[in-house]
Nanobody, 122 residues
Framework: QVQLVESGGDLVQPGGSLRLSCAASGSLSTINVMGWYRQAPGKQRESVATLTSDGITNYADSVKGRFTISRDNAKNTVYLQMNSLIPEDTAVYYC????????????????WGQGTQVTVSS
C-alpha cells in the first residue's frame, strides 16, 4: 500500500505562484509513475502533469510553460510548481501514484491522495 498526502493549496491572486507537495509513504519501491490531476467544479478530473521513474515528464497543454513537476527522492515527495496562475487553474488538485511504467491513463493509477484546494481569484 502507498499513502499520498497533498499540501500547499491556497487562495492566490492571478499571476501568482504556488507549490504543491505530495508526500508519499508505504511500499514506494512499487511506484513507477507519479501524476498530478485536478478537478474544477462541474468538470471532469483532468491530468495536469506526469513524472515517470525515468524522469520523463508530460504536461497538459493548458499548463505547459507555467507548471513544473519534480521530485525529491530523499523526502519521498513530488512537487508541482505552478506559476502565472489564472482563474481557470482553480480546482482541487490530486496526487496519484501508479505501478505501471510510463505515461499512463487516469484509470491505471493505483493510489490517490485526498486533494488540496487551489483557488485563483482577485
Amino acid at each position: 500500500q502507498v499513502q499520498l498526502v497533498e499540501s500547499g493549496g491556497d487562495l492566490v491572486q492571478p499571476g501568482g505562484s504556488l507549490r504543491l507537495s505530495c508526500a508519499a509513504s508505504g511500499s514506494l519501491s512499487t511506484i513507477n509513475v507519479m501524476g498530478w490531476y485536478r478537478q474544477a467544479p462541474g468538470k471532469q478530473r483532468e491530468s495536469v502533469a506526469t513524472l515517470t521513474s525515468d524522469g520523463i515528464t508530460n504536461y497538459a497543454d493548458s499548463v505547459k510553460g507555467r507548471f513544473t513537476i519534480s521530485r525529491d527522492n530523499a523526502k519521498n515527495t513530488v512537487y508541482l510548481q505552478m506559476n502565472s496562475l489564472i482563474p481557470e487553474d482553480t480546482a482541487v488538485y490530486y496526487c496519484a501514484a501508479g505501478n505501471r511504467i510510463g505515461i499512463i491513463r487516469e484509470s491505471e493509477y493505483n493510489y490517490w491522495g485526498q486533494g488540496t484546494q487551489v483557488t485563483v481569484s482577485s
